[in-house]
């Protein structure tokens, strides 16, 4: 059974840094690439990036482009660092493990992890 695991949300002021992770099992990088996604309140989920490890390509969102960097362990370990927070940031973020062609698309879905920035 495929089974993510996101953690490292938190309150972080303006201007911050947080890195988030996603951890996996059931299935490996070999079988699916992993995306990251957020949701805000009121608003629709957004592909924020998403890594391959097979093709070796990683995407990101005009909107984080520069800020965040997604890489990984090629073991079991997802990252997400995020850098330059802005409260716009703030949402519901969750790792999937889907395709990243050429953006994140999910079939197994983590529970999500809150992160909130303030101004």
């Known amino acids: 059974e495929a089974r993510l695991v996101e953690s490292g949300g938190d309150l972080v002021q303006a201007g911050g840094s947080l890195r988030l992770s996603c951890t996996i099992s059931?299935?490996?990088?070999?079988?699916?690439?992993i995306g990251w996604f957020r949701q805000a309140p009121g608003k629709e989920r957004e592909g924020v990036s998403c890594?391959?490890?097979?093709?070796?390509?990683t995407y990101y969102a005009d909107s984080v482009k520069g800020r965040f960097t997604v890489s990984s362990d090629y073991k079991n370990t997802v990252y997400l660092q995020m850098n330059s927070l802005k409260p716009e940031d703030t949402a519901v973020y969750y790792c999937?493990?889907?395709?990243?062609?050429?953006?994140?698309?999910?079939?197994?879905w983590g529970q999500g992890t809150q992160v909130t920035v303030s101004s």
């Open positions: 059931g299935f490996t990088f070999d079988d699916y690439a």
């Open positions: 999937a493990a889907g395709s990243c062609t050429p953006g994140p698309e999910g079939d197994y």
């Open positions: 890594i391959s490890t097979v093709h070796r390509t």
